[in-house]
C-alpha cells in the first residue's frame, strides 16, 4: 500500500493532567523528524553509542531510539531502572550519550557506587520529563565539568522534544527549557488566544509538522488542542526577550490564591533548597 508521511503510524496514550488517557496519533514524519532532531541536536556519529534509561512506551526513550537508530549507532536497553544496575552498565559499556528524567540523576550521583571515571566517555546528557531543580544542575557541573548537560521539554503531541537548552546556557539560563529546536515554532498566548510580549506568562503554543494531526476516536480533544494549527500545550510558559522558553506550571496545577498566582514549580524549588 501506498503510505503518506502524514499518516499515523502508532497511537502514544497520555493523560497530560487530565487523567483520562487520550491516544495521540504520532506519524511517519513526526517519527523521521524527531530522529533526525536528536541526531542534529547531539551531533551523532558512528563512534557513539546510548544507554536507554527511559522506557520505549514514553515519548522520551523512543525519541532516543529513534535518534540512534537514524544514526547507526549502538544502543543498549534495560528492562527498568535500578541505579546500581545503570551505574555498572556504563562503566562496562561506555555509552556517549544518556537521556534520563532528573531523579535519575540524583539517584546516580547519590550512589554510594557512583565513581567519576564510569562516566568518563559521557559526552552529553539530556534531562527532562520534569522540572530540574537548580541544584542538580549544579552538581552535575561540578561532579562531571566535561559532559555537556542539556534541559530538554517536549510532549508526546508533539513528538517529544520541543525545545533544548544549550550547553553553554545551562547556568546562564538554569531555569529555562532552551530555545524551540528545528522545525518549531513556540509562542505564549491569554486565554482569548492573544499572542502575548516577553517575559508575560500565559499557555505555550507550539506549531510545527511534529504535531499530531489530532487525538485517536476524541474529535472534541483534538479541536480543543489543537487550534489553528498550532497545540496548545497546556503548560504555563514565558519566553524572554532571547526567546529562551521558561515553563512556570501546568495551566491545571496553578494555585490562584486570593487572585495571586501561585507556580507550584517556585514552592518546589525552595524545598529542594533545604538540605
Avoid at 48 to 62: A, F
Avoid at 68 to 82: C, D, K, V
Avoid at 83 to 99: G, N, Y
Amino acid at each position: 500500500p501506498e503510505i503518506l508521511e502524514t499518516e499515523p503510524c502508532s497511537i502514544f496514550f497520555t493523560s497530560g493532567t487530565t487523567g483520562h488517557p487520550k491516544g495521540a496519533l504520532l506519524t511517519h514524519l513526526g517519527f523521521v523528524s524527531t530522529g533526525m532532531n536528536f541526531a542534529v541536536t547531539f551531533q551523532l556519529q558512528a563512534k557513539d553509542s546510548t544507554l536507554m534509561m527511559v522506557p520505549m512506551l514514553h515519548i522520551t526513550g523512543m525519541l532516543q531510539f529513534l535518534g540512534a537508530i537514524y544514526t547507526g549507532i549502538p544502543i543498549y536497553m534495560i528492562r527498568s531502572y535500578q541505579t546500581e544496575q545503570v551505574l555498572e552498565l556504563i562503566e562496562r559499556h561506555q555509552p556517549s550519550i544518556l537521556v534520563g528524567v532528573p531523579t535519575m540523576y540524583w539517584f546516580m550521583l547519590s550512589s554510594k557506587q557512583f565513581k567519576k571515571e564510569t562516566f568518563a566517555n559521557v559526552r552529553a546528557l539530556l534531562y527532562g520529563g520534569a522540572p530540574a531543580p537548580i541544584d542538580l544542575i549544579l552538581k552535575l557541573r561540578k561532579t562531571l565539568p566535561h559532559i555537556k548537560i542539556h534541559n530538554g521539554y517536549g510532549l508526546t503531541e508533539g513528538h517529544g522534544l520541543d525545545t533544548l537548552l544549550p550547553d553553554d546556557d545551562a547556568l546562564r539560563k538554569q531555569d529555562s527549557v532552551g530555545l524551540p529546536v528545528p522545525l518549531v515554532e513556540a509562542k505564549v498566548v491569554d486565554d482569548a488566544g492573544n499572542e502575548l510580549p516577553s517575559n508575560e506568562v500565559g499557555e505555550l503554543c507550539i506549531r510545527s509538522p511534529k504535531v499530531i494531526p489530532g487525538y485517536w476516536k476524541n474529535e472534541e480533544a483534538t479541536n480543543n488542542t489543537i487550534r489553528n494549527g498550532w497545540l496548545h500545550t497546556g503548560d504555563l510558559a514565558k519566553i524572554d526577550e532571547e526567546g529562551y522558553i521558561f515553563i512556570v506550571d501546568r495551566k491545571k496545577d496553578m494555585i490562584n490564591r486570593a487572585g495571586e498566582k501561585i507556580f507550584s514549580i517556585e514552592i518546589e524549588n525552595v524545598l529542594y533548597s533545604f538540605p
